[in-house]
């Protein structure tokens, strides 16, 4: 059975950092791509950042590019999404995606397994 559980999500002040984190297990290709999906209610979900199977390659929206980092651990079977400089529009439900494509400008596309996600929260 594939499970996908994100953790680490808060409520921060503007300029703040935080840091997600998502454990996939039980997937049948043991390090696939992954990445992390955002969305507010009333909007479409958000591609944030998505990474290759040994972290090699990274990719970001344009509206995160400088202020997120996203990474893994293989040995961990865990996914990061370190998140400095958090500002209001981040404010959103972010998800944790397994087993898709990576494409620029937040174009991530045909992902399996999804987490139920976690709440961040950035206040003035």
């Known amino acids: 059975q594939?499970?996908?559980v994100e953790s680490g999500g808060g409520l921060v002040q503007a300029g703040g950092s935080l840091k997600l984190s998502c454990?996939?297990?039980?997937l049948r290709y043991?390090?696939?791509?992954?990445?992390?999906?955002?969305q507010v209610p009333g909007k479409e979900r958000e591609g944030v950042a998505c990474i290759n199977w040994d972290g090699t390659y990274t990719y970001y929206a344009d509206s995160v590019k400088g202020r997120f980092t996203i990474s893994r651990n293989n040995a961990k079977n865990t996914m990061y999404l370190q998140m400095n400089n958090l500002e209001l529009p981040d404010t959103a439900m972010y998800y944790c995606a397994a087993n898709g494509?990576?494409?620029?400008h937040?174009?991530?596309?045909d992902f399996d397994y999804w987490g139920l996600g976690t709440q961040v929260t950035v206040s003035s």
């Open 23 to 26: 454990t996939a297990s039980g």
């Open 30 to 38: 043991e390090h696939p791509t992954m990445a992390w999906f955002r």
């Open 106 to 109: 937040g174009h991530y596309t």
């Open 2 to 4: 594939v499970q996908v």
């Open 101 to 104: 494509r990576c494409g620029d």
